[in-house]
């Protein structure tokens, strides 16, 4: 069982930075693939980011790559996404998602454990 809770939301201006943070309970953390989803108003949840247990290997949707990073620390059993040069499209709440495979995968149904969200906000 694992449990997640994401922190770092708030509202940024265009171009603008914020860093969530997701902290997760569980002793088998290590072993989870970790990834962090978005859903906008009216959207349905889309994959942003993923990482492997080991933090090896990432994976980024098309419209984030160059702008956002996703990181883990599994000591301290947190995974990050720093997210840089925001667009106002970025807007959505964030979701942070555990997946026990050990690939990294984008679609929703692939994650079991999902934390609360939250919300990101970019103003123009």
């Known amino acids: 069982q694992v449990q997640l809770v994401e922190s770092g939301g708030g509202l940024v201006q265009v171009g603008g930075s914020l860093r969530l943070s997701c902290a997760a309970s569980?002793?088998?953390?290590?072993?989870?693939?970790m990834g962090w989803f978005r859903q906008a108003p009216g959207k349905e949840r889309e994959f942003v980011a993923a990482?492997?247990?080991?933090?090896?290997?990432?994976y980024y949707t098309d419209s984030v790559k160059g702008r956002f990073t996703i990181s883990r620390d599994n000591a301290k059993i947190t995974v990050d996404l720093q997210m840089n040069r925001l667009k106002p499209e970025d807007t959505a709440v964030y979701y942070c998602?555990?997946?026990?495979?050990?690939?990294?995968?984008?679609?929703?149904?692939?994650?079991?454990?999902w934390g609360q969200g939250t919300q990101v906000t970019v103003s123009s």
């Open positions: 569980g002793r088998t953390f290590s072993r989870y693939t």
């Open positions: 990482i492997m247990w080991s933090g090896g290997s990432t």
């Open positions: 998602a555990a997946d026990r495979d050990s690939s990294l995968r984008t679609s929703i149904y692939a994650y079991e454990y």
